[in-house]
């Protein structure tokens, strides 16, 4: 059984760093053609795809968020990480990871964690 | 940047078809990915490769693409189909269109 789990603070302050931690199990994160993504969810508002990384390693990044993302994985502790530096109120939104699968040019979303809200106020 | 677009309503009554459309240049030539969000939940994928269902997606959920134009269409469409529909593309990144809101009347 596949699932991912958000962990990080519910509550960040203007132009703090944002570090959020997904905990995956059911997979591994060295499967071929697996990785993780990154996606959020303003209330209200559509999807936003943030940053992936796979299984060798190989990282993206949303070209308008770009300079404030850095993506990582511990294999050995089945955990990928996404910091995102100088938050501001307009980052609030639920924060998804979530299992992406490599195709023939494409990458799907097959499994999604539960997501975790994170509001950025002073 | 790769631009996605969905209406963002759809309506449609008990046991009818509900079409949820996805416009893109030239989108049939890309593989196109459907998501379904119910309220506080998180997505669930429900077609993929533009008309393939994931193991337990009623077979009443079918996908289309073709020209410039994805279509999910939704046959005996029932009370609990009522959700926030995505579409998804990759183009040089993840891309999501903006939502489309399924309402049954």
């Known amino acids: 059984q596949v699932t991912l789990k958000e962990s990080g603070p519910v509550l960040v302050k203007p132009t703090e760093t944002l570090t959020l931690t997904c905990t995956v199990s059911?997979?591994?994160?060295?499967?071929?053609?697996?990785?993780v993504s990154w996606i959020r969810q303003p209330p209200g508002k559509a999807l936003e795809w943030l940053a992936h990384i796979f299984s060798n390693d190989e990282k993206s990044y949303s070209t308008s968020l770009k300079s404030r993302l850095t993506i990582s994985k511990d294999t050995s502790k089945s955990q990928v990480v996404l910091t995102m530096t100088n938050m501001d109120p307009v980052d609030t939104a639920t924060y998804y990871c979530a299992r992406i699968r490599a195709g023939m040019a494409t990458i799907l979303i097959d499994y999604w964690g539960q997501g975790t809200l994170v509001t950025v106020s002073s | 940047s790769y631009v996605l677009t969905q209406p963002p309503s759809v309506s449609v009554a008990p046991g009818q078809t509900a079409r949820i459309t996805c416009g893109g240049n030239n989108i049939g030539s890309k593989s196109v990915h459907w998501y379904q969000q119910k309220p506080g939940q998180a997505p669930v994928l429900v077609v993929y490769?533009?008309?393939d269902r994931p193991s337990g997606i009623p077979e009443r959920f079918s996908g289309s693409n073709s020209g410039n134009t994805a279509t999910l269409t939704i046959s005996r469409v029932e009370a609990g189909d009522e959700a926030d529909y995505y579409c998804q593309v990759w183009d040089s990144g993840v891309v999501f269109g903006g939502g489309t809101k399924l309402t049954v009347l």
């Open positions: 490769d533009d008309s």
């Open positions: 059911g997979f591994s994160l060295s499967n071929a053609r697996m990785g």
